[in-house]
């Protein structure tokens, strides 16, 4: 699938979306339209163009990540082994499985902790390309090594990838108990305990499931943010490391646990929205904005020799 290679056809999850998170109710309207302005695709042709998706190998710099997380890049990168202890990779013809020094240790982390509380290793899909960058196909952000996407699904439960439950009943915007249970609240809760983890995107359908069901231990629930998509699988950003002073965190988290803001992803919220609009259409759409490019940097990221 042209937009988003890890989910669809099997999913709504456009990672283009480029989880930006959503953080209040009561910015929702104002959120909706930027989340349809950064739902703006690049133009197919101007996507295969992007340069970052032909580079081999990482460069032979100094780890570094370098930008915004959907404009950006990676220097120094560091590969994830096909498998490891806990965990085990998807789609590797892909090549985005690289990223930040500390991406690739929290994932060693990561797996070897999920197998320890679980019994069951974890699947990784994308991380980022070699040199990080805008990739010709999927994602927006996944630029700079410090995202990666985490499967709910077990890796014997996989034959191909069409067969990835959605963990969200669609019909009732509801999470389907019969595929999201322990294993997949564990996953959320452990990633989240992890200091480097900023945020963690997740269908809005499992935040509020989370919020409705998860106990007096509650301080984790901050880190996940509610988002389209991500429904089969969820999306881990870590903050920018200490070695990355051009790296461009997001603002910082609200306070609290996020519970009781989610509605409005809702499809039947979302038709509200829509109907509301053709009432009294907006006189004139504002122009959509344009990303701003990668730091200079990232040009010398670039074209730099490939490490050896
Ligand atoms: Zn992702």
């Known amino acids: 699938m042209r937009n988003h290679p890890t989910n669809r056809p099997f999913s ?3 990672q283009r979306r480029s989880p930006a998170a959503p953080e209040h109710h009561g910015r929702c309207l104002a959120l909706v339209a930027l989340a349809l302005i950064s739902l703006a695709l690049p133009s197919a ?3 295969r163009r992007t340069p970052w998706a032909k580079v081999d190998g990482p460069s032979a710099q100094t780890p570094a990540a370098i930008g915004g997380y959907a404009g950006g890049c990676l220097a120094g990168a560091e590969a994830l082994p096909e498998r490891g202890e806990g965990f085990e990779t998807i789609r590797r013809w892909r090549k985005r ?3 930040h020094p500390r991406l690739i240790a929290f994932l060693r982390w990561y797996g070897a902790e999920v197998l320890r509380e679980t019994g069951k290793a974890v699947l990784v899909g994308d991380l980022s390309q ?6 010709a196909s999927g994602h927006r952000s996944h630029q700079l090594g410090l995202d990666a996407d985490l499967w709910f699904t077990r890796p014997k439960q996989r034959k191909r990838d069409a067969h990835f439950k959605s963990c969200v009943d669609r019909e009732r915007d ?3 108990p019969r595929v999201f249970g322990e294993r997949q ?3 959320l809760k452990i990633a989240a305990a992890h200091p480097d983890v900023a945020r963690i995107f997740v269908h809005w359908a499992i935040k509020h499931h989370l919020c409705a069901s998860v106990g007096a231990d509650r301080g984790w629930l901050r880190k996940i943010r509610p988002w389209w998509g991500h429904d089969r699988h969820f999306h881990v950003r870590l903050r920018c490391p200490e070695d990355s002073p051009d790296c461009r965190d997001q603002a910082p988290l609200p306070p609290g646990d996020g519970c009781g803001t989610e ?3 809702s499809a039947a919220e979302v ?3 829509k109907a509301a609009a053709r009432k009294s259409p907006p006189a004139k759409r504002p122009p959509r904005k344009r990303r701003p490019p990668p730091p200079k940097r990232c040009k010398q990221v670039l074209t730099a020799r490939p490490r050896r």
């Open 97 to 99: 499985y690289y990223g």
């Open 130 to 135: 070699a040199r990080g960058g805008l990739m």
């Open 263 to 265: 509605t409005w992803f």
């Open 174 to 176: 509801t999470v389907d």
């Open 271 to 273: 038709a509200a929205r």
């Open 45 to 47: 042709a101007s996507a």
């Open 12 to 14: 709504l999850c456009a």
């Open 185 to 187: 609240l564990a996953l």
